[in-house]
């Protein structure tokens, strides 16, 4: 089934400065790839999603490409700021047979330092 | 807040007892995915409703079971609970049951098993 790989695990920034998280899939068949924010003890919220018929999309200080040829797609942060501080989590729509199910990776816990 | 609404916010049982937790969907969403998140196994995809009916199933138990009522509403039943089963249950809510679309995530129920 689809397997997705998230890294780096932790991440910590300067304030201002870039952040960069990188996700990997393993079904070619995926075609939606979001991304989630979530803060501690609260719901994951969408931040941005990227679809396979696109190279990359941004929305403010935050974009994310994607290469369906190296099946992996990274998420990016430029001018970092404290309230960035959050748990991210990379997706990527489920196999053949599912209905649109997300398959997450394991999160990047990403530190602003002011 | 995200229009998905989930109850209880909190629940404090026994092993081996059963729950019952309650998903409403935003308005207008027809599909309602249940996942868990625990901290060594992050966010797990368990199943899925599409407009009443079971659409696709993730790693799901046996002992879990799950329904979506005709206002659409879902139901998650966890049995003959155990210690592992403590974690934060997630509901999201989509409009679309066939090509992958955006979720949004309801607060969460975390569940704790003693």
Redo the contacts between chains.
Sequence with gaps: GENVEQHPSTLSVQEGDSAVIKCTYSDSAS??F?W?KQELG?????II?I?SNVGEKKDQRIAVTLNKTAKHFSLHITETQPEDSAVY?C?A??IQ???????????TKLSVKP | D?GVTQTPKHLITATGQRVTLRCSPRSGDL?V?W?QQSLDQ????LI?Y?NGEE??K?NILERFSAQQFPDLHSELNLSSLELGDSALY?CAS?L?????????????TRLTVL
């Design positions: 075609n939606y979001p989630y609260k719901r994951p919220q969408l999603d679809r989590f997706a729509s489920g047979g599912s209905q649109g199910n997300l398959i997450f990776g394991k999160g | 995200s599909s995915y996942y992050g966010l797990q995809f899925q599409y659409r696709a993730g997630f989509g679309a049951g066939g090509l992958p679309h955006e979720q949004f995530f309801g607060p969460g």
